[in-house]
């Protein structure tokens, strides 16, 4: 069974620019997250999604966004990047379960480094 | 906001020394759930405790859930070169509540270095 995939793994991009990240889940898994990890800050909570669905975002600005397809694929993209944006993003897929949040799968992530 | 406090930070031991970290929560868990990040890695799940003084091992590897389901420790024994790594908690907050947030919020992480 394949694992998460994410693309690309490192991309480095300048202030002011944008940049799109993708994510494809395991097959059969319909919930999808993201997070971004640096030294500082650690694991923290972007978003997540279901059936093409934002259940839940954690305290981003606006400038993240993202959006799940119908094959449950997802992209996640940053306008108007900032130095403080690089960090590694990394996606999770999870089956979803009724009564626990479920163990989440995740991907190598994406490096980016805002220059 | 609300948080998972965990400690150590980091840990250095010499190899067949044990280590243990732990992670607390100012709030009742519905459970917790542990992984591990070896450097330059991503996070792998090792294992999600769900009841009050849960106790489940894995080979070297005790995980331990508070009776007041607010702690959890992770206790290595003779700890390994294959050991090191980053060794995360993480819960969903506002799961006891009824209402899932559909969302971890994980520790900072105990970052063990195995001296051989």
């Known amino acids: 069974k394949a694992g998460v995939t994410q693309t690309p793994r490192y991309l480095i991009k300048t202030r002011g620019q944008q940049v799109t990240l993708s994510c494809s889940p395991i097959?059969?898994?319909?919930?999808v997250s993201w997070y971004q990890q640096t030294p500082g800050q650690g694991l923290q909570f972007l978003f997540e999604?279901?059936?093409?669905?934002?259940?839940n975002k954690g305290n981003f600005p606006g400038r993240f966004s993202g959006r799940q397809f119908s094959n449950s694929r997802s992209e996640m993209n940053v306008s108007t990047l900032e130095l403080g944006d690089s960090a590694l993003y990394l996606c999770?897929?999870?089956?979803?379960?009724?009564?626990?949040?479920?163990?989440?799968?995740f991907g190598e992530g994406s490096r980016l480094t805002v220059l | 906001g609300q948080q998972v406090m965990q400690i150590p930070q980091y840990q250095h031991v010499q190899e067949g020394e044990d280590f243990t970290t732990y992670c607390n929560s100012s709030t009742t868990l519905s459970n917790i759930q542990w992984y591990k990040q070896r450097p330059g890695g991503h996070p792998v799940f090792l294992i999600q405790l769900v009841k009050s003084g849960e106790v489940k091992k894995q080979k070297r590897l005790t995980f331990q859930f508070g009776e007041a389901k607010k702690n959890s420790s992770l206790h290595i024994t003779a700890t390994q070169t294959t050991d090191v790594g980053t060794y995360f908690c993480?819960?969903?907050?506002?799961?006891?509540?009824?209402?899932?947030?559909?969302?971890?919020?994980f520790g900072k992480g105990t970052k063990l270095s195995v001296i051989p």
């Open positions: 999770a897929s999870s089956l979803v379960q009724r009564t626990n949040t479920g163990e989440l799968f």
């Open positions: 097959s059969g898994h319909r919930s």
């Open positions: 993480a819960a969903d907050l506002n799961r006891y509540s009824g209402a899932g947030s559909y969302q971890l919020t």
């Open positions: 999604y279901f059936s093409e669905t934002q259940r």
